[in-house]
């Protein structure tokens, strides 16, 4: 998205910071288009700096993966193919009836 240094950095940060100024602006004065305008910066100046985030952290070859809400980290190949036994306490005694 943009090259690293510090430029970038301190771009985001200012248009971050410009679009909050804005918007407190736009409360203070009751201008309707400061605050359009200051919104849209702030949206602007977070998509900056998570595209900066996101370039820095891919340079260092990380696989960052996001896990479904159903993945567990401690989960074996065999728990996600659905392995043998009852799915709610993993015993293979599911299919029997209590003494």
């Known amino acids: 998205m943009l090259s690293g240094g510090i430029f970038p950095r301190v771009g985001a ?5 410009l679009g909050f100024w804005l918007l407190f602006q736009a409360f203070e004065r009751s201008n309707i288009l ?8 702030v949206i602007v100046g977070m998509y900056l700096m998570t595209g900066l985030w996101k ?33 709610v306490d993993g015993s293979d005694e599911g299919s029997q009836l209590p003494p």
């Not at 400061?34 to 849209?40: H, L, R």
């Open 13 to 17: 940060y200012a248009v971050l910071a």
């Open 34 to 41: 400061s605050g359009i305008v200051g919104g849209a910066l």
């Open 55 to 87: 370039d820095m952290f891919a340079k260092f070859g990380g696989d960052y993966k996001i896990l479904k809400e159903n993945d567990r980290i401690d989960d074996t190949a065999k728990d996600r193919s659905g392995g043998a036994g009852d799915p």
